[in-house]
């Protein structure tokens, strides 16, 4: 059974960095691409930041500020968070695809900017 753990989330000031951590188990072939998505109160789940094969993606609210980062080795995938703003806090998701499509969610892990 795979599951996805995310930890490192919690409280910070704005101007502050956090970084926020996935650790996936039980997944035999690997993901064909790992992702951060948030959601803020009252709204949709959005994708923050992916990486697969390629050039790593950032929603544009993000770029320039987050980083992701992901070990292939070890089934992790890493959300560096700097510059943050009031604005950015919302609940964080790991998410991962495997390679018969199937999309997996971790629980989310609260990050919260204060003013």
Not at 15 to 33: K, M, W
Not at 97 to 106: E, F, I, K, P
């Amino acid at each position: 059974q795979v599951q996805l753990v995310e930890s490192g989330g919690g409280l910070v000031q704005a101007g502050g960095s956090l970084r926020i951590s996935c650790a996936a188990s039980g997944i035999i072939f690997g993901f064909t691409s790992m992702d951060w998505y948030r959601q803020l109160p009252g709204q949709e789940r959005e994708l923050v930041a992916s990486v697969g094969a390629g050039t790593p993606y950032y929603d544009h609210s993000v770029k320039g500020r987050f980083t992701i980062s992901r070990d292939m080795r070890k089934n992790t995938v890493d959300l560096q968070m700097n510059s943050l703003q009031p604005e950015d806090t919302a609940v964080y998701y790991c998410s991962a695809w495997d390679r018969s499509n199937y999309h997996y969610w971790g629980q989310g892990t609260q990050v919260t900017v204060s003013s």
